[in-house]
């Protein structure tokens, strides 16, 4: 299959469908709308359902419904929508339910701005939902990994029983880039016998609840759902690197961010810095074993973010102290240039003592 031009929106539209997904439920939101536009075009001719729901609620509710029945569902919105589907994503994880969420994110507190942000980055991967729970987060910096990340994040709800986030932004999901769907792969999943589907008096009838008022048993579920999060941690870990060796100073950058700081350390790099850029794939888990292995020959980390700084705490975390993390950053929807973060690791090196040319 030939690379098609695609927003990246419209990547992981096109992607879902490629992986099998037959029912999408949303709401109109900047700047995610084009999900929603693809999704209404595409979807009749798939033998799927595109549903614009009356409110965001509504949206998260009908896809745990749709879940339930064993089919594979998609949400997306942007920021404040996403927050508005926080109660409908904790029961969909009390349930065990698989499905996939997508959030491209824009300014805020509030309405703030339709502008890119990556201030969503602590609900997503610490408090997207009340409870003792988490959800695996994939984090794209290419119009390509909105595609394969949405073919990944359908497999890994399905292998888990698990919500999937993708948190891109707004800066991935308006740009256009080519894109080739057949790159997307699929993995085995295990039948869905849970599924309340109907049975024909073949099997016992299946309950998806997430209320269990015995004490001792709802324990022992959330146990049972914390030994799959170790699994995902085990296996689903996703991280790229570049010229992280024999790096002195490490970036540590997602989505839009990285692109930019990929650029500012082969800036820096033409001037002798020894920059390089570490870029998680999954947000959570988090490759907080990979920056403690670095910190063992490299001599200071940067976070790089379009927010006041929420990795950086996951960052310096990750470090155990062993070396100092630093953080730069813009918010509001304010992209930083490639020359910004050059001229912070210039700075860095500096201080550091780090030789130059």
């Known amino acids: 299959m030939a690379k098609v031009l695609m927003k990246g929106n419209e990547a992981i539209a096109e992607a879902a469908i490629e992986a099998g997904c037959k029912y999408y439920f949303g709401y109109p939101i900047t700047p995610q709308t084009e999900i929603s536009e693809y999704m209404a ?30 089919t594979r569902a998609m949400t997306s919105s942007s920021s404040p929508g996403i927050s508005l589907k926080s109660e409908g994503v904790s029961y969909l994880v009390g349930c065990d339910l698989p499905a996939v969420i997508v959030n491209v994110q824009r300014g805020g507190p509030g309405l703030g701005g339709i502008q890119p942000s990556q201030a969503d980055y602590y ?10 729970m ?15 990340l949405t073919c990944e994040a359908f497999d890994i709800a399905d292998i888990y029983r698990t ?17 080739n769907i057949a790159e ?8 869905k ?24 048993e709802l324990e022992r579920t959330v146990l049972a759902r914390f030994e799959r999060y170790r699994e995902i941690e085990k296996n689903e870990l996703a991280f790229a690197e570049y010229m992280v060796d024999d790096a002195d100073i490490i970036v ?22 020894k920059a390089g850029l570490l870029r998680p794939i999954t947000l959570w888990p988090f490759p907080s074993s990979r920056i403690l292995f670095h910190s063992e020959t490299a001599k200071a980390f940067l976070s790089v973010e379009l927010s006041m700084g929420q990795m950086v705490t996951d960052v310096k975390l990750a470090c155990e102290c062993r070396r100092p993390v630093e953080f730069f950053g813009r918010t509001g929807g304010v992209i930083p240039e490639p020359g910004d973060v050059a001229a912070k690791l210039t700075a860095m090196a500096k201080e550091l003592g780090c030789e130059t040319r």
């Not at 609900?123 to 003792?132: C, E, F, I, L, R």
């Not at 919500?163 to 894109?179: H, N, S, T, Y």
């Not at 016998?193 to 309950?207: D, E, Q, V």
Request: proline share 6%.
């Open 41 to 70: 075009k595409r979807m009749p001719d798939e033998g799927g359902l595109c549903l614009q729901a009356e409110s965001e609620i509504a949206a998260i509710n009908m896809l745990l419904g749709a879940s339930a029945s064993g």
């Open 123 to 132: 609900q997503a991967t610490k408090a997207y939902g009340h409870g003792d």
């Open 134 to 148: 988490h959800l695996p987060v994939l984090a794209p910096s290419t119009v390509q990994e909105m595609a394969t």
């Open 163 to 179: 919500p999937v986030i993708i948190l891109a932004d707004g800066a991935v999901g308006q740009m256009m880039e080519p894109v």
């Open 184 to 191: 997307c792969r699929s993995r085995e999943v295990p039948p």
């Open 193 to 216: 016998t849970w599924a309340a589907c109907g049975h024909g008096g073949r099997r016992r009838h299946n309950i998806i609840n997430s209320l269990l008022m015995d004490p001792e």
């Open 252 to 273: 540590v950058a997602f989505g839009i961010a990285a692109r930019i700081c990929r650029t500012a350390v082969d800036a820096v790099r033409a001037k002798g810095i």
